[in-house]
């Protein structure tokens, strides 16, 4: 590996890190600041997810269009800004009419777990897009996996370091952290796409990525953003005590991306998505209906860890079908109907909590889910794909 591609993987990894850490504790602090200090109801929460999965959505969309036809690195140094900002800007008021707009501009989705970029996500097609240019095909599930366990430890970090603070204070703080990878992303030495608009060459595959992703995150939004608001509400359970649980399951989902390789040298892309995410949809069912607070954390901590343990190799998969010059809008297209989709979800989600129906939302997950896996089956069979793989590609001369 050149010299110089190593020191813009280090340069990416110690950003993603920053960030993770930041999210990690505005995952923790955001619901309680909201719930407890301001005596907001849930269904304000879900607003506020609902409006910032919209702002994620256009965001990763927007940039993911200008990765592609203007540069990979002024759009990350701009879309990485704007988690600080926004954390600076929740710390400097309690009005809903000034925490909204910042929510948006951080993504405080909530959709995803910590490993899985669920602050900030607009600015992970980005990452993503440049990452696959710095690796090989056949290494780059090995890499996903690397930099989404470091996430994922990064932002159970995040929650663990949340515990003493108060919970205003944790918002500067996350500014802080988060702004402090931005520098050296001047330095990165990527190469700019020649994309350009017009047809996509790969956009049947775009399309079944893009709507299992748009099942994926209808179900992450109806459950996902409430499952800390569940032990606020339900359980009573104290910030300090809810951030160990919140470390604990980002841990262990961060180990299980390492899994990754693995998972998918056994049983293939297909495979591995059917097995990990059908079994965190059993026990998410099982999740409401158990009244007993031990195994209810159990849950919490084991369920997210197989929603993500597959995720690197649907990104390296969705790398290797798509045409690397409409990989940034690929991306882009993909989280805009994951974020659209889950942002329904969560408003659903939030006026079944305020209504005390608890269990719903859970149910509904198992049913779309169950879709989503069928749709992965008959999209994609069980064999990787070569590049390109895609019958629009003989359309675009």
Same mark, same amino acid.
Do not use: C
């Given at each position: 590996?050149? #010299?110089?591609?190593?020191?813009?993987?280090?340069?990416?990894?110690?950003?993603?890190?920053?960030?993770?850490?930041? &999210?990690?504790?505005? #995952?923790? /602090?955001?619901?309680?600041? +909201?719930?407890?200090?301001?005596?907001? %109801?849930?269904?304000?929460?879900?607003?506020? =997810?609902?409006?910032?999965?919209? &702002?994620?959505?256009?965001?990763?969309?927007?940039?993911?269009?200008?990765?592609?036809?203007?540069?990979?690195?002024?759009?990350?140094?701009?879309?990485?800004?704007?988690?600080?900002?926004?954390?600076?800007?929740?710390?400097?008021?309690?009005?809903?009419?000034?925490? +909204? !707009?910042? $929510?948006?501009?951080?993504?405080?989705? /909530?959709?995803?777990?910590?490993?899985?970029?669920?602050?900030?996500?607009?600015?992970? !097609?980005?990452? *993503?897009?440049?990452?696959?240019?710095?690796?090989?095909?056949?290494?780059?599930?090995?890499?996903?996996?690397?930099?989404?366990?470091?996430?994922?430890?990064?932002? $159970?970090?995040?929650?663990?370091?949340?515990? !003493?603070?108060?919970?205003?204070?944790?918002?500067?703080?996350?500014?802080?952290?988060? $702004?402090?990878?931005?520098?050296?992303?001047?330095?990165?030495?990527?190469?700019?796409?020649?994309?350009?608009?017009?047809?996509?060459?790969?956009?049947?595959?775009? %399309?079944?990525?893009?709507?299992?992703?748009?099942?994926?995150?209808?179900?992450?939004?109806?459950?996902?953003?409430?499952?800390?608001?569940?032990?606020?509400?339900?359980?009573?359970?104290?910030? *300090? @005590?809810?951030?160990?649980?919140?470390?604990?399951?980002?841990?262990?989902?961060?180990?299980?991306?390492?899994?990754?390789?693995?998972?998918?040298?056994?049983?293939?892309?297909?495979?591995?998505?059917?097995?990990?995410r059908g079994l965190g949809m059993i026990l998410f069912i099982i999740f409401p209906i158990i009244h007993y607070l031990p195994l209810?954390?159990?849950? =919490?901590?084991?369920?997210?860890?197989?929603?993500? +343990?597959?995720? !690197?190799?649907?990104?390296?998969?969705?790398?290797?079908?798509?045409?690397? #010059?409409?990989?940034?809008?690929?991306?882009?297209?993909?989280?805009?109907?994951?974020? &659209?989709?889950?942002s329904l979800a969560t408003l659903l989600g939030g006026i079944f909590l305020?209504?005390?129906?608890?269990?719903?939302?859970?149910? +509904?997950?198992?049913?779309?889910?169950?879709? *989503?896996?069928?749709?992965?089956?008959?999209?994609?069979?069980?064999?990787? $794909?070569?590049?390109?793989?895609? @019958?629009? /590609? /003989?359309?675009?001369?």
């Amino acid at each position: 590996m050149a #010299n110089s591609t190593k020191r813009d993987i280090d340069i990416l990894a110690v950003s993603r890190v920053t960030r993770s850490i930041a &999210a990690g504790m505005i #995952n923790v /602090a955001f619901p309680y600041y +909201i719930l407890k200090d301001l005596h907001y %109801g849930a269904f304000v929460i879900g607003l506020i =997810y609902v409006f910032a999965t919209i &702002a994620t959505a256009v965001f990763g969309f927007l940039s993911g269009f200008t990765t592609d036809v203007w540069g990979k690195r002024g759009t990350l140094v701009i879309t990485s800004a704007l988690l600080p900002v926004s954390a600076v800007l929740v710390f400097l008021s309690q009005s809903l009419w000034l925490i +909204i !707009p910042a $929510a948006m501009l951080g993504g405080y989705s /909530a959709t995803g777990s910590l490993a899985g970029g669920g602050i900030g996500g607009a600015v992970q !097609p980005i990452q *993503n897009t440049i990452l696959s240019d710095l690796t090989d095909p056949e290494k780059r599930t090995n890499y996903f996996s690397v930099f989404t366990f470091l996430a994922g430890v990064a932002g $159970a970090l995040g929650a663990l370091l949340a515990k !003493p603070f108060d919970v205003r204070q944790i918002f500067i703080i996350a500014a802080v952290i988060s $702004a402090i990878g931005i520098p050296a992303l001047f330095y990165l030495s990527v190469k700019d796409s020649t994309g350009k608009i017009g047809v996509l060459k790969t956009k049947s595959t775009i %399309g079944k990525f893009s709507l299992t992703g748009m099942l994926n995150g209808f179900s992450q939004g109806l459950v996902v953003p409430f499952l800390i608001p569940f032990f606020v509400l339900v359980y009573h359970v104290p910030k *300090n @005590e809810m951030s160990a649980y919140v470390f604990a399951s980002g841990l262990l989902g961060s180990f299980a991306l390492l899994a990754a390789p693995l998972l998918e040298k056994l049983f293939g892309f297909v495979k591995s998505i059917v097995i990990s995410r059908g079994l965190g949809m059993i026990l998410f069912i099982i999740f409401p209906i158990i009244h007993y607070l031990p195994l209810a954390v159990v849950i =919490y901590v084991i369920a997210p860890a197989l929603r993500v +343990i597959a995720l !690197p190799i649907q990104q390296s998969e969705m790398t290797r079908r798509v045409d690397e #010059n409409e990989l940034g809008r690929a991306l882009g297209i993909n989280q805009v109907t994951r974020l &659209a989709a889950s942002s329904l979800a969560t408003l659903l989600g939030g006026i079944f909590l305020d209504a005390a129906l608890f269990e719903l939302p859970f149910f +509904i997950y198992g049913g779309v889910m169950t879709g *989503n896996l069928y749709l992965y089956t008959r999209f994609f069979g069980t064999k990787k $794909a070569p590049i390109p793989d895609d @019958e629009d /590609a /003989a359309e675009v001369k």
